[in-house]
């Protein structure tokens, strides 16, 4: 049969099938009874007709894939085929099920090769999603297993067959098409001969399932972030910045914007509210700068209280406990919660001239729209921070970062694309702009911010979903879908949170308390 005689059409089983169903039925299962009675194909498309799928070619019947709803606590377990049939060769469908339990995939002997199994396997998974149904099982027949039964435990069968020594029509097809064996069922289908009454108990996780009872605290699929690429600008009082701060928060949430985000130490410019003579002191200019922080602090926690959205406030100088400085991020939600992330790495500039320290813990933030990380510019550039943030489910990266020129601009963004790709996450990334001579460290600064993405097919085939203009005050919008992140982790093209050779190295963060030296952990 030739390709261009092809005419496959992909619907729901109806009753008026039978006939034909009963003729392939009849010619695939002749060795285990064949086709089922009229009764139990009706009942079955009667209950559950969305389960009932079949491929076509020009009106006649070439394949098709039988399913029920099942709980799945039940046929999760060891069972046997006969639990799935009541009284006369009903099929028991449950209504409340949480799972789908493939029954039968059957196809035409003449039309194999064309990969119709996978259409109706893909069916399958599409209809789980749609029906928010958690996973699908199957009790897969091993029928190649009679040959080797001699010298392989049913064990050893399976084994050699996922590692593709052996071939199994049934089994090889389902672990190709991303099902997992769960389990060996004993005495599934006793007059299998072929498969010595064993079964896999096979299982494919629909990983965008949200349990019923949880609507409520289900994550956001959905979350618009708003970033401010900042001209660095003389200001004339505090309440000219705030003035200028809450303007842009103002416009981000008329957009309805979930995060607004500003780059790092954006109140620098503040330092000019001292005379040129003052700043020539540099501890003291940015101890002058440390003494505003509280305030931006309480405002900004206000703003995002009152326009209703998560303010990640740039960075800013604290003075620690120990009077000594620090570069914190916070984090502002729109409940009234705060959060902060120092900056763990400290650039030769910000260590030589402000004798900045580096902050001693990373955490993962939930908010209402995700799971939040902050790595503040140079920190981006060590992987082994991004990667621990993965580590504890990250969905989006922020990193406000602040550089002076392109190279150092360009080692920013190359990392940040890099962390977005390595722990298939988002990562957003803010910058300021603008020349101030005036003002001492703030002669010139270079930005482009943008988002970046996982690179694979759900994403912009750059991998990058939004840029600025370099050089520009601007804002900017994305629309990050976190169900693109759950699928790509899970069936991406390559999955390299999964796939990390962790029986090989790990990656732990070291006990603040132990940095002494002496002690490992």
């Excluded at 501890?283 to 602090?297: C, N, S, V, Y």
């Excluded at 405002?299 to 209703?308: C, H, I, K, T």
């Excluded at 813990?361 to 920190?379: E, H, K, N, P």
């Excluded at 988002?451 to 990058?464: I, L, Y």
């Amino acid at each position: 049969m030739s390709l261009e005689d092809l005419h496959l059409n992909l619907r729901n089983l109806t009753s008026d099938d039978y006939d034909q169903l009963k003729t392939l039925m009849d010619a695939v299962y002749h060795n285990i009874g064949g086709a089922w009675p009229r009764h139990t194909i009706n009942k079955l498309i009667q209950e559950f007709p969305d389960g009932q799928i079949a491929i076509e070619d020009d009106g006649n019947l070439v394949g098709v894939a039988l399913t029920v709803q099942v709980d799945y606590d039940e046929f999760s377990n060891p069972h046997k085929y006969d639990d799935l049939i009541g009284h006369r060769e009903i099929i028991l469908n449950d209504e409340n099920g949480d799972a789908m339990y493939g029954l039968d995939v059957l196809i035409h002997p003449d039309y194999r090769g064309y990969r119709l199994g996978r259409r109706l396997y893909e069916a399958r998974k599409e209809l789980c999603r749609s029906h928010n149904l958690r996973a699908i099982l199957a009790g897969g027949r091993i029928p190649e297993y009679y040959q080797h039964a001699d010298e392989l435990t049913p064990a050893q069968y399976i084994e050699k067959v996922s590692r593709k020594e052996i071939y199994d029509p049934i089994l090889s097809f389902q672990l190709a098409n991303d099902f997992q064996v769960k389990r060996l069922l004993r005495k599934y289908l006793p007059e299998d001969e072929q498969s010595k009454g064993y079964a896999t108990l096979l299982e494919w996780n629909n990983i965008l399932f949200e349990p019923a009872d949880n609507v409520l605290d289900t994550r956001p699929t959905q979350v618009r972030v708003g970033a401010v690429q900042w001209q660095m600008r003389e200001f004339a009082s505090v309440e000219a910045a705030l003035q200028q701060i809450e303007y842009f928060v103002d416009a981000l949430s008329d957009y309805q914007s979930d995060f607004a985000v500003f780059p790092e130490l954006f109140t620098t410019p503040l330092m000019g509210l001292q005379d040129r003579a003052a700043q020539q002191d540099q501890m003291a200019a940015i101890r002058f700068l440390a003494g505003f922080t509280e305030r931006f602090k309480a405002e900004l926690s206000r703003m995002a209280v009152s326009y209703n959205i998560n303010i990640v406030g740039g960075s800013m100088i604290e003075v620690g406990e120990d009077d000594r400085l620090y570069n914190v991020a916070y984090l502002f939600h729109r409940d009234g919660e705060v959060d902060k992330q120092a900056k763990l790495h400290i650039t030769p500039q910000e260590r030589r001239d402000w004798v900045i320290e580096g902050g001693d813990s990373l955490q993962v933030f939930d908010t209402d729209a995700g799971r939040v990380g902050i790595l503040i510019c140079y920190d981006v550039e060590f992987p082994e921070l991004g990667r621990l943030l993965a580590d504890q489910d990250m969905d989006i990266l922020f990193v406000p970062f602040w550089t002076d020129t392109k190279n150092g601009y360009l080692r920013v963004r190359h990392c940040g694309q890099a962390r977005a790709i390595e722990n298939e996450c988002y990562v957003v990334l803010c910058g300021s702009v603008g020349n101030l001579p005036s003002i001492e460290n703030l002669d010139i600064q270079y930005a482009q911010s943008a988002v970046f993405t996982p690179s694979d097919f759900a994403f912009p085939h750059d991998a990058v979903l939004a840029e600025t203009t370099p050089n520009t005050e601007m804002i900017f919008f994305s629309d990050l879908d976190l169900t693109r992140l759950t699928v790509v982790r899970a069936e991406g093209s390559v999955t390299n949170l999964k796939d990390r050779r962790k029986d090989l190295f790990d990656l732990r963060w070291r006990d603040w308390s132990l940095k002494s030296g002496s002690i490992e952990v």
